[in-house]
């Protein structure tokens, strides 16, 4: 595992293929007049419908390495299914914390031309998320972009290329946030890379599965089952091929978690008494496992899953929400192996910036060195 400086350790130097079979490289950007060494710096942040979270990296070769992060859990969609609009103690609590964003991306110099900085599915659905959106330029100078579904999803994707399997037949990434699901189904092509085969956006995250069904003192089952079967109903229609589906039944296929839904199974599968992101991104579990790690946070109780340390009080509401969205997708699409990713549309923006520069640097450097005029014309 590579060394970050100062921040988590993060491995995302290999070279993955992205959906259309190419390599997926995020290599140092080009004509910036610095050695790979000592690249600029990117940014990627990400306002979702229940956190806040910021990427700060240098290009390495085929990645990045990670020099500062930042996550808070802001909840900015409670309550949005309700009024369709976003709360004010809740827009302030992400204003706050995109504040403390935007000191960290000025102390680390990071250029406006380096930083992609998007939301999702709270400000997609509010009727005041543009106006959020706003508000947040004109105090924090910080441009966000509402993202679509399939934007949201190809991104999760990206993020999370190097923990494919190349033995498997196909892959279903699950990236679960807090107001949406994002589906996206890929199978492997003859080049040794994955085709895209389809993708869904479920309107179900963690935040409003919960809200709709708050946790009561008895009867358990009945109540995770509930969340498990309106989870079931928003996916019953994937867009794929349905043979797809027989790939996964005949264990030829492995599904890819990544948000805290599965990061938090993990953390309990693991028994962790702090979390550690070395141990958990690319943990393989199977099925079993997230059925098992998912009947312990029920045991544990509101009080009990707040004081575990891989979850939090702050998660403790949602945490089986986010267990109950994973075993639906599990029931739908049986796969016996699941691996767990620690990283999603952040580190997706981050990757296709960094190739966007480099392509643009090889570009210049052919105009360049293209063809001069015949000095006898």
Known sequence: MPKTDGAPRRDDRSQPRRPDGQRARGGAASGSGTSGREALLYGALDLGTNNCRLLIARPARDGFRVVDSFSRIVRLGEGLTRTGRLDDAAMDRAYDALALCGERIAKKDVSSSRLMAVATQACRQADNGAAFVERVRLGTGLKLRIIDP?????L?????LNLFDHSSEAVLVVDVGGGSTELSWLRLTGSGGFTLEGWMSAPVGVVTLAERHPEPQNGLDLWYEAMVADMGQAIAAAPVDPGLR??????????IGTSGAITSLAGIHLGLH???????DGLWMSRGDCEDAAAKLMAMGPGGRAAESCIGPDRA???LAGAAIMEAVQRAWPSERVRVADRGLREGLLLQQMRAEQTAGRRRRRGRGGPRPDPAS
């Open 274 to 280: 702090r979390y550690q992101r070395n141990l958990v």
């Open 150 to 154: 399939v934007e949201e999803a190809r």
């Open 246 to 255: 027989d790939v996964f039944t005949g264990g030829r296929g492995h599904m």
């Open 156 to 160: 999760a994707v990206e993020g999370c």
């Open 317 to 319: 509401d949602l945490v």
